[in-house]
């Protein structure tokens, strides 16, 4: 049985930074894409972050480029989402999802990454704010 938890999420100020954990069971996270997602209230749930099985190629949105970075720790079964930087509009429910369906099938993850991933976590909320 496959199981994402995500953590770390919380209140910050902006400027300030988060580190997000995806925690995963059942499955071993190197051998998927793993995307990071956010979703607003009253907005479309949207990808922010990915990181490929094959070579650990990353990707991210425009929103968050330069202010955020996925990574993997193997050793772990975990993926890291670092958010330095933020502001007010990062306030969302953040979720991690696996590509356990393998649906993406170039060897490198693009964004903006599909929605349609087939493992999912529950989300964790950040709140930025001052």
Known sequence: QVQLVE????????????RL????????????????????PGKEREGVACIS??????????????RFTI??????????????SLKPEDTAVYYCAADTG?????VQCVMPISGN???????TQVTVSS
Request: overall charge negative; some cysteine.
């Open 7 to 18: 953590s770390g999420g919380g209140s910050a100020q902006p400027g300030g930074s988060l």
């Open 21 to 40: 954990s995806c925690a995963a069971s059942g499955i071993t996270l190197d051998y998927y894409v793993i995307g990071w997602f956010r979703q607003a």
């Open 53 to 66: 099985a094959s070579d650990d190629s990353t990707d991210y949105a425009d929103s968050v480029k330069g």
């Open 71 to 84: 990574s993997r720790d193997n050793a772990k079964n975990t993926v890291y989402l670092q958010m330095n």
């Open 102 to 106: 393998l649906i993406i099938t170039t």
């Open 117 to 123: 991933l087939g493992s999912w976590g529950q989300g």
